[in-house]
């Protein structure tokens, strides 16, 4: 088991920031590719980024690419998310996730844990 909690989460006004983190516990956190993923009211969830186990790769959607950076440090069992240049289209209940292979890492029911998530609301 892996038990993820995020934090970081607020109200921000619209070209702001924000940092998201997540930490993990339970089993070895660098043996997983872990993933942020939002949800708007009313829409499904979405990908947002991913970063494999070591850090050395990362893959973000379109929709943050140059705005968001996934980063991790395993040596504090924690995964982040930068946010800059929010937008209000980005807000979402913001979650972070975990799968131990960094496949199919776009695909939200391949994760096998999941932080409980954090609410990002950009006023514009």
């Known amino acids: 088991q892996v038990q993820l909690v995020e934090s970081g989460g607020g109200l921000v006004q619209a070209g702001g920031s924000l940092r998201l983190s997540c930490a993990a516990s339970?089993?070895?956190?660098?043996?997983?590719?872990m993933g942020w993923f939002r949800q708007a009211p009313g829409k499904e969830r979405e990908f947002v980024a991913a970063?494999?186990?070591?850090?050395?790769?990362?893959y973000s959607a379109d929709s943050v690419k140059g705005r968001f950076t996934i980063s991790r440090d395993n040596a504090k069992n924690t995964v982040s998310l930068q946010m800059n240049s929010l937008k209000p289209e980005d807000t979402a209940v913001y979650s972070c996730?975990?799968?131990?292979?960094?496949?199919?890492?776009?695909?939200?029911?391949?994760?096998?844990?999941w932080g409980q998530g954090t609410q990002v609301t950009v006023s514009s």
């Open positions: 996730a975990a799968r131990r292979n960094y496949s199919r890492i776009q695909t939200w029911a391949a994760y096998d844990y």
């Open positions: 339970g089993r070895t956190f660098s043996n997983y590719a």
């Open positions: 970063i494999n186990w070591s850090g050395s790769t990362t």
